[in-house]
C-alpha cells in the first residue's frame, strides 16, 4: 500500500492555512524512525495504551502464554506436543514422532505453513506479529508492562534515563533488570525443554553441573540471548532480523488489510481548536486527524502509521486504539485508523478473492494432497542397512566369505514390533549379532550389527549386490539392498 498522508498538492493548502500541521516532505520515510539522521539507535518510549484492542490482544496472549509455558508438559500418547531435537534428530508434531526418515514428510508441511502464511498475508496482513508472534507476545505483553511497572510511562522512563545515578535509579535499574533476566532465563528453558524435553532439561537443572556442560552452556546462552533481546534490541528484531517483515512488500497489495490510516478521512490534518465543534471540521478544508500524534507516541516501533503501511509495522493495534480513544473523545466516529485496505479506504470495497489469492490456495491445495498422502502412505517401520564402518571382509575357516553390518530400524507406530531379517539374494547366512532377534519399542530406533557369511561360489569379484527382507509377523515389510565386498579374481 503506497503512503498517502499529505500529498504534494495539498502542500499548498497546508501551507496556505498555518493551523494545519503538514508533513515533513524532507524527511518523509527517509531513515529508519529507530535510528537517528546520523544512524545512532533512538531509543523508543511507547507510551501506555488502552483500548479494546489492546485488552483483547491482552487476553489472547494470557491463552499463548499459557500454551507456550505448559507446551513441553502436555503429552499425546506419551510424546510431547512439540519437540524439535536437533541434537537427537528426532522431531515430535502432536504427538507424532517424525525421524530423519521422515524428512520429506517435514519439509512439504513447512511448504504447507509457509504457503498458508503467504495466503494469510496477502489476505491480512501482518495480524501474526501483532497478536501471536512470541517476540511480541512477550515484549509488549510481559516485559514492556513489568517496564511500566518499574519505571512508570513513557516520559518517566525518559526522565529517569536523564536523571543522574543516584539510589532510587540504580535500585530501580538494578529491580528491572534482574527480573528480566530472570524471566529470560525461564523462556530460555522453556524453549530448552522444546528442544530436549522438559526431562532432559530438569535432570540438567538437578544433576551435578558436572555432567551437563553443554547443557548448561546453552541454558545460560539462550538466557542472555533473551535478555538481550527483550532489555535491549526489541524492536530492531522485527525491523532488522525478522525475515517475514521484509516479505510483507512482495506479499501485500491493495487488497491485503492492514493496520491503516484513512487518509480520505484523515487529511488535512489540523489540531483542533477548544471552541471547534467535530460537526464544524468538514465545514473547513481540515479532516478528521487532529494531529495530536497520540498514534506515533503509543507506536513500539516508532513509526507513524498516516504515512503509510511501513516495513515497521508489526500491526499490534496500539495506534487503533490510540485514535479511537481520540476520536471519541471529540466526538467523532472511530476507526481513523483500522484494520482496512487500500481499496477498502479509497474505493470503499470489502475484502477481495483476487486471482493470486486463488493462485496461492491452489498450490496450498496441492501441497496439502500431498503431505495428506505422505502420511497417510508412511510406513510403520522403516530400515536402513550400512557396511560397519571401518570393517573389511573376513574369510572364516570353512572357506566362506563375511561381512558385519549395521541395521537401524525405527518403529513409528506406538506398540512393540519385532522383526526379521532374511538374506534374499544370493543364497547364504544372516546372523542377528548380540541377542539374536530384534525387538523395536514403540516409537524408538534399534541399531543392531549384522553378520552376513557368502559361499564364494556365490559371490561375483570384488562386490556381490545384496538383498535383505525384513519380515514383521510373517509379513514382509522392507526390503534393503546393500553390498558384499570380497576379494578380486
Ligand atoms: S491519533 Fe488519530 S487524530 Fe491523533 S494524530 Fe494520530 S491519526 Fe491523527
Ligand atoms: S503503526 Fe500502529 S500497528 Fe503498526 S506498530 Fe505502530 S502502533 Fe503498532
Same mark, same amino acid.
Given at each position: ?8 498538492? #495539498? ?78 534428530? #528426532? ?368 559371490? #561375483? ?29
Amino acid at each position: 500500500m503506497n503512503p498517502t498522508p499529505t500529498s504534494p498538492d #495539498k502542500k499548498g493548502a497546508a501551507e496556505a492555512n498555518p493551523s494545519t500541521k503538514a508533513v515533513d516532505w524532507s524527511d518523509f520515510r527517509d531513515h529508519l524512525a529507530t535510528a537517528h539522521q546520523d544512524g545512532r539507535r533512538k531509543w523508543i518510549y511507547p507510551r501506555k495504551v488502552d483500548g479494546r484492542f489492546y485488552r483483547w490482544r491482552t487476553w489472547f496472549s494470557w491463552l499463548l502464554l499459557a500454551i507456550m509455558f505448559a507446551g513441553p508438559f502436555i503429552t499425546i500418547h506419551g510424546n510431547p506436543l512439540l519437540m524439535m531435537n536437533i541434537v537427537e534428530r #528426532k522431531f515430535v508434531v502432536l504427538g507424532q514422532i517424525f525421524w530423519p526418515q521422515d524428512m520429506i514428510i517435514f519439509a512439504v508441511a513447512v511448504l504447507v505453513g509457509l504457503t498458508s502464511i503467504v495466503i494469510f498475508t496477502a489476505a491480512f496482513g501482518r495480524i501474526w506479529c501483532g497478536w501471536a508472534c512470541p517476540q511480541t507476545v512477550m515484549m509488549e505483553m510481559v516485559f514492556r508492562k513489568i517496564e511500566y511497572l518499574i519505571e512508570g510511562d513513557a516520559h518517566q522512563q525518559r526522565a529517569l534515563n536523564a536523571a543522574p545515578w543516584n539510589a532510587g535509579k540504580i535500585s530501580k535499574k538494578l529491580f528491572k533488570h534482574a527480573i528480566f533476566y530472570a524471566l529470560s532465563f525461564l523462556v530460555g528453558n522453556v524453549l530448552l525443554s522444546y528442544i530436549i524435553g522438559w526431562q532432559q532439561l530438569y535432570q540438567i537443572i538437578t544433576d551435578p553441573p558436572a555432567q551437563h556442560l553443554t547443557g548448561l552452556g546453552f541454558m545460560i546462552a539462550f538466557s542472555l540471548l533473551f535478555y538481550g533481546i527483550f532489555a535491549r534490541f526489541r524492536e530492531q528484531a522485527c525491523t532488522f532480523i525478522c525475515p517475514y517483515g521484509r516479505f510483507q512488500s512482495v506479499l501485500l497489495d491493495e487488497n491485503s488489510i492492514v493496520v491503516a490510516y484513512d487518509h480520505t478521512r484523515g487529511e488535512q490534518r489540523a489540531p483542533i481548536r477548544r471552541e471547534q465543534k467535530f460537526s464544524e471540521r468538514w465545514q473547513t478544508s481540515h479532516g478528521d486527524c487532529i494531529a495530536c500524534n497520540q498514534c506515533v507516541a503509543v507506536c513500539p516501533t516508532g513509526i507513524d502509521i498516516r504515512n503509510g503501511t511501513q516495513m515497521e509495522c508489526v500491526h499490534c493495534t496500539a495506534c487503533m486504539d490510540a485514535c479511537d480513544n481520540v476520536m471519541t473523545k471529540i466526538g467523532a466516529p472511530r476507526g481513523l485508523i483500522r484494520y482496512a485496505s487500500l481499496n477498502g479506504i479509497e474505493r470503499r470495497e470489502p475484502l477481495r478473492f483476487t486471482p493470486r489469492l486463488a493462485g496461492y490456495c491452489v498450490v496450498l491445495l496441492v501441497l496439502t494432497t500431498v503431505l495428506g498422502l505422505l502420511v497417510f502412505l508412511r510406513s510403520e517401520v522403516e530400515a536402513t542397512v550400512l557396511r560397519a564402518p571401518g570393517s573389511l571382509f573376513q574369510q572364516m575357516p570353512d572357506g566362506h566369505y563375511s561381512n558385519l553390518y549395521t541395521v537401524r530400524v525405527v518403529n513409528k507406530t506406538s506398540r512393540d514390533i519385532p522383526v526379521e531379517l532374511r538374506l534374499q539374494s544370493p543364497a547364504g547366512s544372516l546372523t542377528v549379532m548380540g541377542e539374536g532377534s530384534i525387538v523395536v519399542a514403540a516409537q524408538k530406533l534399534t541399531e543392531s550389527s549384522v553378520l552376513i557369511e557368502l559361499d564364494p561360489g556365490a559371490m #561375483k569379484s570384488g562386490t556381490t549386490p545384496l538383498v535383505i527382507g525384513v519380515y514383521s509377523g510373517g509379513k514382509k515389510i522392507e526390503t534393503l539392498k546393500t553390498a558384499f565386498i570380497g576379494p578380486r579374481n
